[in-house]
C-alpha cells in the first residue's frame, strides 16, 4: 500500500499559561525562552529537521508574537543588525521565518485536545500529520517525529511517543499504554490508561505529546463532536483515540531512543530545563558551568 509522506504538523498553542502569570499576562508562555531561543521553537526547528514543510499554528486571541517572530524580520532590527557588523546573528534570525510554510488558527470549539485539530482539519486534508503542543520538549536520537515518521513508513498506521517509566512516581503523572509487544520499544494498543500507578499500570510505555496521526482521525473527530455535552472537554484520547481502537483500527506505541522529556509548563520544570539546555550551549557551557560550581547550597 502507497502512503503519503508526511509534510503537515499541527502545534496546540493556545493556552492561557496561568502557572507563569503575571509574566504570561503579556507574553505566550510558548514564548519564554530557552537561553536564546523561546520554547515553540525548538518545536519548530524539530519538526522542520524531521521533514515537515507546512505547520499550522493554532493560537489563541493573546499569541500574536509568535506570529512575529515566525514572520520576516522588520526592516529596522536588519537595519540595526547590518549596520553592527551582526551578519551571522542577522542570517540566523532571517532564517527563522524560511524554516517552513506557517499558518495560523485562532482557536474555536470546545476545551480539549481534541480542538486543534479540528480546527486545523481543512488545512491537513487527507495527508497524515503530526499533532503536538507547543511547549512539550523531548530531546531524542533521531529526533522523536523522525523515528515516528520511520516507523509509520513501515507500519502504516497512527504513532503514539512514548517515554520508559522508570519511577514510581511516573506512573502516577502519565497515561499508560495498554497492549500488546509486536518488537522490542513497539506496541499495538488496546488501549491507554490515565495515571494507573505502578501496581496498576500494564506497561512502562508512558504516553507523551506529539503524535503521529492519519486523516481517518477526522471522521471520528465529528462523530464525537455530535455527542459531546455542555461543558464537556473535548480530549483526544477519551473521544478519538480509543474509539479507533474499539472499531479495530491499528495504532501503535513507540519508545523513542534517548529520549529525555522535559515538562516546561510549571516554574520548577522549566527552570531546570534551561539549565540544561544553558549547558549544552556551545557558547555559554563553559562558563555557565563553572557559575553553578560556585552557587551550589
Do not use: W
Amino acid at each position: 500500500m502507497n502512503i503519503k509522506p508526511v509534510r503537515k504538523a499541527v502545534i496546540a498553542a493556545a493556552g492561557f499559561g496561568t502557572r507563569f502569570l503575571p509574566q504570561t499576562k503579556a507574553m505566550p508562555k510558548e514564548m519564554l525562552p530557552l537561553v536564546d531561543k523561546p520554547i515553540i521553537q525548538y518545536i519548530v526547528e524539530e519538526l522542520v529537521d524531521a521533514g515537515i514543510e507546512d505547520i499550522v499554528i493554532v493560537t489563541g486571541y493573546h499569541k500574536r508574537s509568535i506570529e512575529d517572530h515566525f514572520d520576516h524580520m522588520s526592516a529596522e532590527l536588519r537595519l540595526n543588525l547590518k549596520q553592527g557588523g551582526k551578519i551571522k546573528l542577522l542570517d540566523e534570525t532571517k532564517h527563522i521565518s524560511d524554516l517552513a510554510n506557517f499558518a495560523y488558527i485562532r482557536q474555536k470549539g470546545p476545551y480539549g485536545s481534541t480542538t486543534p485539530i479540528m480546527n486545523a482539519a481543512h488545512l491537513i486534508g487527507d495527508e497524515p500529520f503530526i499533532y503536538t503542543y507547543a511547549d512539550d520538549i523531548i530531546t531524542a536520537k533521531p529526533n522523536r517525529y523522525l523515528q515516528m515518521i520511520d516507523l509509520y513508513k513501515k507500519l502504516k498506521s497512527p504513532i503514539l511517543p512514548c517515554i520508559p517509566l522508570n519511577k514510581d512516581a511516573d506512573y502516577d503523572r502519565y497515561g499508560v499504554i495498554q497492549g500488546d509487544n509486536i518488537e522490542e520499544g513497539i506496541m499495538k494498543m488496546s488501549g491507554l490508561i490515565e495515571k494507573p500507578g505502578k501496581n496498576n499500570a500494564p506497561s512502562n510505555f508512558g504516553s507523551v505529546g506529539g503524535y503521529l496521526l492519519t486523516p481517518d482521525i477526522f471522521e471520528y473527530i465529528e462523530t464525537a463532536k455530535r455527542k459531546l455535552k455542555e461543558g464537556d472537554e473535548f480530549y483526544l484520547t477519551t473521544y478519538v483515540l480509543e474509539p479507533m481502537i474499539r472499531d479495530g483500527k491499528d495504532l501503535y506505541a513507540c519508545l523513542l531512543k534517548e529520549s529525555k522529556y522535559y515538562d516546561t509548563g510549571n516554574k520548577l520544570e522549566y527552570l531546570k530545563t534551561v539549565v540544561d539546555f544553558a549547558l549544552k550551549h556551545d557558547d555559554l557551557k563553559d562558563e555557565f558551568r563553572e557559575f553553578l560550581k560556585t552557587t551550589v547550597l
